[in-house]
C-alpha cells in the first residue's frame, strides 16, 4: 500500500514512462517510414532491374500460402499465432492477422515493439525477456497491449514483477516448457509447478498458461518418425499442464509447434494455439518439410565474374547468410559461398555472362532477412512496394535512445 508521500511520485513516474513508451513507438514509425523513403525509387521497376543483392518477395505466392494455411486451419482444433521472427516485418505480420492468425510471436521484445506499433495487441514474445533494459521494455509495452512473455526462472519472475510493479502494469507469464529441444524450458513437471507456485504468489505478473516448442523434431526429415517424435513431445507436454491443473492452477493457452509439426500438433485437442512463422514466406529448409507452402522470398543478384566452369554472383554469405541459397531457374551447384561472392558451378553451355541477373532461393530465411532493410513487394516481374524489415537483428535498434536524460 502506498503512502500519501509516495502516491504522487508514483504518479509521476508512470506518466513519465508512458511518455518514453510513445517516444519509442514514435521512432519506429520513423525508421519505417525513412527506410521507405530511400528505397522508393524502386517502385514500378522490373524485379530483375533492381539494385543487388535486394531480398524481393513475391506478393502472389505469400498470399497463397496464408490463404492454404487458413483453409488447412479450419479443421483443427487448435488456433494459429503466426511467428515473426522469420520475416520481421509488420506488413507480413497484418496479412497473416488477415489470414486468421489470432496473434502474433515474436523472439524478442524488440520485434513485439514493433509488432504493436503496427496495430497488433495480441502480442507473445515466445522467448525469455531477461535484463534490465529488456524487462522495463515488456513492462512498459504491458501498459498497452496484454503483453505476454515465455518464462523458466524464478528470479526472471521476480524481476518482471519489480518492473510491472513500478510502471503500474501487468506483464502475463507462460512458462516454457522443455520438450526435447533441449534449449529453454523448465526441465520437469515439477519445476513447472514450483514456478507456477511463484508466479501466482508476486503481484504484476499473471500465469497465462504454457508453451513448449519441438523444434528438435523439425530436423528429422522422415514425415512419420517426425509425427511420432512430435506426438511423444506434445503428450509430455500436456502432462505437464495436467499437473499444474490439477494443483488449480488455469492453463488458458498451450502453445506450440513450428512450420515443421504444425500439423500434427495442432490436431491435438489440448493444444490451444501453434505458432509457425517460415510457412509465410518459406525457405530451401522448410519446403523439404511441407513442400504446399512454396518460396516467396528470393534474392536477386548480379553475375559479376564469367569464368569457363563457374560464374561468380555479388551475393555471398553476408547477403543469403550461412545456410547457402541455391539458383532459381538454373540447375547449377555450389560450388562455393564467400564473405560477398556466390560460386556456382557450370557445364555445357551456359548462357549466363558478366551484368546478368538471377535469383536465389535462400536455404534458411531467417538468416537472409536479417541481411537486408526492405522487401522489394512485387506482383508478377513489377515492384510494387517496398516493406521495411524492422527490426533487423538483435539489438534495439536506437529504441533505448528515449532513456537518456530520463
Excluded at 60 to 75: P, V
Excluded at 207 to 226: I, N, P, Q, V
Excluded at 348 to 369: H, I, M, N, Q
Amino acid at each position: 500500500m502506498l503512502t500519501e508521500s509516495e502516491a504522487p511520485n508514483r504518479t509521476n513516474m508512470k506518466l513519465e514512462l508512458l511518455g518514453m513508451c510513445r517516444e519509442w513507438l514514435q521512432m519506429i514509425d520513423q525508421t519505417r517510414e525513412r527506410i521507405r523513403s530511400t528505397y522508393a525509387s524502386a517502385i514500378g521497376r522490373n524485379r530483375r532491374e533492381l539494385v543487388t543483392p535486394a531480398l524481393i518477395l513475391d506478393l502472389g505466392i505469400l498470399r497463397r500460402n496464408l490463404t492454404l494455411m487458413a483453409e488447412l486451419m479450419r479443421s483443427k482444433p487448435s488456433k494459429l499465432r503466426a511467428h515473426v521472427k522469420v520475416h520481421k516485418s509488420p506488413d507480413i505480420a497484418r496479412l497473416q492477422m488477415e489470414a486468421g492468425a489470432i496473434g502474433i510471436g515474436t523472439a524478442t521484445i524488440w520485434e513485439a515493439l514493433a509488432i504493436a506499433r503496427s496495430g497488433i495487441k495480441d502480442v507473445f514474445v515466445i522467448n525469455e525477456v531477461v535484463g534490465p533494459e529488456k524487462i522495463r521494455t515488456a513492462a512498459l509495452l504491458s501498459r498497452e497491449i496484454p503483453l505476454k512473455v515465455a518464462v523458466d526462472d524464478s528470479s526472471n519472475v521476480e524481476a518482471l514483477s519489480k518492473a510491472a510493479r513500478e510502471t503500474g502494469s501487468e506483464i502475463g507469464c507462460v512458462i516454457e516448457v522443455d520438450t526435447g529441444m533441449r534449449r529453454c524450458g523448465v526441465s520437469s513437471p515439477e519445476e513447472a509447478l514450483s514456478l507456477a507456485r511463484r508466479i501466482s504468489e508476486l503481484p504484476g505478473v499473471r500465469l497465462d498458461g504454457l508453451t513448449g516448442y519441438e523444434g528438435h523434431c523439425s530436423r528429422e526429415f522422415h514425415k512419420a518418425k517426425r509425427e511420432y517424435m512430435a506426438r511423444k513431445a506434445m503428450d509430455y507436454f500436456v502432462e505437464v499442464a495436467d499437473l499444474l491443473i490439477r494443483n488449480g492452477f488455469s492453463c488458458p493457452i498451450l502453445s506450440a509447434a513450428g512450420t515443421g509439426t504444425w500439423e500434427i500438433t495442432a490436431s491435438n485437442p489440448r493444444i490451444t494455439e501453434i505458432q509457425p512463422g517460415s510457412y509465410a514466406a518459406n525457405d530451401g529448409y522448410h519446403v523439404r518439410l511441407d513442400p504446399r507452402f512454396r518460396q516467396a522470398t528470393t534474392v536477386l543478384a548480379t553475375v559479376i565474374s564469367r569464368r569457363p566452369e563457374h560464374v561468380v554472383t555479388d551475393a555471398g554469405k553476408k547477403t543469403v547468410g550461412a545456410a547457402e541459397a541455391v539458383l532459381k531457374d538454373y540447375d547449377y551447384p555450389i560450388l562455393r559461398y564467400d564473405e560477398e561472392h556466390g560460386i556456382f558451378s557450370t557445364y555445357g553451355s551456359c548462357p549466363l555472362k558478366v551484368g546478368d541477373t538471377v535469383e536465389l532461393f535462400p536455404g534458411y530465411t531467417p538468416f537472409a532477412v536479417s541481411y537486408f532493410d526492405v522487401y522489394h513487394v512485387v506482383d508478377g516481374d513489377k515492384v510494387i512496394d517496398v516493406w521495411p524489415v524492422l527490426p533487423r537483428g538483435p539489438e534495439h535498434g536506437g529504441l533505448l535512445d528515449a532513456f537518456k536524460d530520463r
